[in-house]
């Protein structure tokens, strides 16, 4: 397996924009987590799926953004209007099952509103 | 709600020397614990975790972390610093039953001395 993979790795844009941020889990696992990550709040869970529900959205931080998983292969974290404090990083990560707990990050997104 | 404190943001190394990262967790049961550790430009990767069974566990690169529930304490130690440990590592949490929300703490970052 090619291990989880997110696109694009960096992307640039303009305030106010909409930004559209992807990830492909590693096959088979159920669960689906994105995190923001940034110098000065360090690595944030945003939200997580499992069998593509969402199960705890608490840590998105307003309705700017909203993440989707239509399948078990792909999901999105989308931000509209985007605004420059949401510049940072963004990491998808997968994991098999509630036990067996590794979590698989992919390389990240970074963002960068100007 | 689960958390782990990590303390010192930076820790210098020579190498050859010692490495202990500290990690603390407010739990009244035991959690699932884990040690990930991120390179430059990089998504996270599993170094250990523990998981209820044996309280010293061992993990990649040589490194290894005690659980020691008299002191909540899962600190992350190698006896011989090489520099390619330099990174930053972060140690993580999940409740061992109730949700599977892996949270982070804020990260200590290594850097070890030629």
């Known amino acids: 397996d090619a291990g989880v993979i997110q696109s694009p790795r960096h992307e640039v844009t303009e305030m106010g924009q909409e930004v559209t941020l992807r990830c492909k889990p590693i096959s088979g696992h159920d669960y689906l987590f994105w995190y923001r990550q940034t110098m000065m709040r360090g690595l944030e869970l945003l939200i997580y799926?499992?069998?593509?529900?969402?199960?705890?959205d608490s840590g998105m931080p307003e309705d700017r953004f909203s993440a989707k998983m239509p399948n078990a292969s792909f999901s999105t974290l989308k931000i509209q209007p985007s605004e420059p404090r949401d510049s940072a990083v963004y990491f998808c990560?997968?994991?098999?099952?509630?036990?067996?707990?590794?979590?698989?990050f992919g390389q990240g997104t970074r963002l960068t509103v100007v | 709600a689960q958390s782990v404190t990590q303390l010192g943001s930076h820790v210098s190394v020579s190498e050859g020397a010692l490495v202990l990262l500290r990690c603390n967790y407010s739990?009244?049961?035991?959690?699932?614990l884990f040690w990930y550790v991120q390179y430059p430009n990089q998504g996270l990767q599993l170094l250990l975790k523990y998981t209820s069974a044996a309280t010293l566990v061992k993990g990649i690169n040589g490194f290894e972390a005690e659980f020691k529930k008299s002191e909540t304490s899962f600190h992350l130690t190698k006896p011989s610093a090489h520099m390619s440990d330099a990174a930053e590592y972060f140690c993580a949490v999940i409740p061992n039953f109730g949700n599977e929300k892996l949270t982070f703490g804020t990260g200590t970052r290594l850097t070890i001395i030629p």
């Open positions: 799926f499992n069998n593509n529900v969402p199960i705890d």
């Open positions: 739990s009244s049961v035991p959690p699932y």
């Open positions: 990560a997968s994991s098999l099952d509630r036990m067996n707990t590794e979590a698989f």
